[in-house]
């Protein structure tokens, strides 16, 4: 980020005496007294935990070049306070108005999963030709969002950025900072149904980032959606390329071939690409980077290189070998869609093998909770796994979709202790193991806990 103090007062409608510092250069923008530094523009946020305000006093000490705040700040004297009608929404105005100066080609990605890891191996992708900026990890709220176009150095060609939505009024928001040239629809499914009601709410939600597109309007949307497809059709001005897992009406189809192999469909070839992701349900994240990139003029081989180089975050379907385990680490979220196509590719590499599901509830269902984890259990036959861990309030509707046949096999666990506890008595000698459940569930502690176990095992010849 480039910008002088005076003109971010002025991009956030700031009021406040510089003391004579307007031209004074912003180094970075902080939410964190603790790692503020000289030069930076602090930010007073209101927290469910925690008040910024109350943090002004030892941001200013460690050298703040200014403080931002929505009330009176007694404790600042030296140091010039911008005063704002909200901190949030100013963060929010200074963000678009870097984005707007710096100028880069920006594409905002959206959908109820894969958002991230789409992103991820996309900007990989695209670093192949281009400059490219994304998201810090996955800061893609009305937060998150600004602070990352923030942390862009502003030579970039492209920014990727995610947005995630919990009800109807975010995606207009996230729209209004990031003001995107181009819109990546990824699918949609029943997630956040607490704020957005039901799958057509998500869609209608998901979709208002259309209405924010800059004059070039280009839209890529997955044809397999027909909420989507609806909601992008309604909006006749703009320019929509189709990509798909399955319709070959499409313009960009991706298929799978055998582990991590797949097969592009473009303009009657197929084309053989390798993927750093296995399973069939990664085919829509690899249509929609494929229709992107081919879009922006890269060509094939380039793209193909790109993806061999990409390394998944951790916590998104990470699969590692560890003595006689495959581990699938997707701990980091779930919803009834992400937690179906998990299992499916862990049902797949399993293949025979012993499988063990460790899962932890699905939040922000709203009144689709009780119904959405019976549907769970329904999916869990029991003849396809050896054992369920699970952590979590709905774990008796787990059992109710299963009809109580499962519960011989399926162990309750409290925490990190318990698991190990009951995993011991299970005396498994190996096969394959998945970790998923809600951020709630906290379902990484258990896939840490479950590697040192293993690594131990190994150190004392077990």
Request: overall charge neutral.
């Amino acid at each position: 980020m480039e910008m002088k103090l005076g003109e971010a007062a002025r991009a956030m409608q700031g009021q406040a005496d510089l003391k004579g510092l307007e031209r004074a250069p912003v180094s970075a923008v902080k939410t964190d007294s603790r790692r503020t530094g000289p030069g930076d523009l602090f930010f007073c946020l209101q927290g469910t935990r925690n008040d910024g305000h109350s943090f002004a006093r030892q941001a200013a000490d460690r050298g703040a070049l200014a403080i931002v705040a929505h009330r009176e700040l007694s404790t600042v004297q030296d140091t010039p306070v911008l005063m704002v009608d909200d901190t949030l929404k100013a963060l929010g105005r200074l963000g678009r108005h870097w984005r707007l100066k710096a100028g880069p080609k920006v594409l905002g990605i959206t959908g109820s999963a894969g958002k991230t890891t789409t992103k991820e191996i996309l900007a990989e992708v695209l670093k192949t030709r281009f400059k490219v900026g994304k998201n810090f990890q996955n800061w893609n709220n009305q937060l998150g969002l600004p602070l990352s176009l923030l942390m862009q150095r502003g030579n970039e060609d492209f920014w990727i950025m995610e947005l995630g939505i919990n009800n109807h009024t975010d995606m207009d928001e996230l729209g209004e900072i990031l003001h995107p040239d181009a819109a990546l629809i990824l699918n949609v499914g029943p997630c956040h149904l607490e704020g957005l009601g039901d799958v057509a709410g998500v869609a209608r939600a998901k979709s208002c980032i259309l209405d924010h597109l800059r004059a070039e309007r280009r839209a890529f949307i997955n044809l397999d959606y027909p909420d989507i497809k609806r909601e992008a059709e309604s909006r006749p001005d703009l320019n929509i390329t189709w990509f798909s897992s399955c319709d070959p009406e499409a313009a960009c189809r991706v298929s799978h071939s055998r582990d991590n192999w797949f097969i592009l469909h473009l303009n009657g070839r197929d084309i053989f690409f390798e993927a750093p992701v296995q399973g069939a349900h990664f085919c829509e994240n690899l249509a929609a980077i494929w229709a992107v990139a081919l879009a922006y003029g890269m060509h094939t081989e380039e793209i193909r290189a790109g993806l061999k180089k990409v390394t998944l975050p951790e916590q998104r379907m990470s699969i590692c070998r560890l003595g006689k385990w495959t581990i699938i680490d997707d701990s980091y979220n779930a919803n009834p869609m992400s937690m179906q196509a998990a299992l499916k590719t862990a049902r797949s590499l399993a293949s025979g093998e012993n499988l063990i599901l460790v899962l932890g509830d699905m939040a922000e269902l709203g009144q689709a909770e009780t119904r959405a984890h019976r549907d769970l259990g329904r999916s869990l036959c029991t003849e396809a796994f050896t054992a369920l861990f699970y952590r979590g309030e709905n774990l008796e509707h787990v059992l109710s979709g299963m009809n109580g046949t499962g519960s011989r096999k399926t162990h309750e666990i409290q925490d990190v202790s318990s698991f190990l506890s009951a995993w011991d008595k299970l005396g498994c000698p190996g096969g394959v193991i998945i970790f998923k459940g809600s951020r709630r569930a906290g379902m990484e502690n258990f896939v840490q806990a479950f590697k040192a176990s293993l690594k131990k095992d190994r150190e004392a010849g077990r």
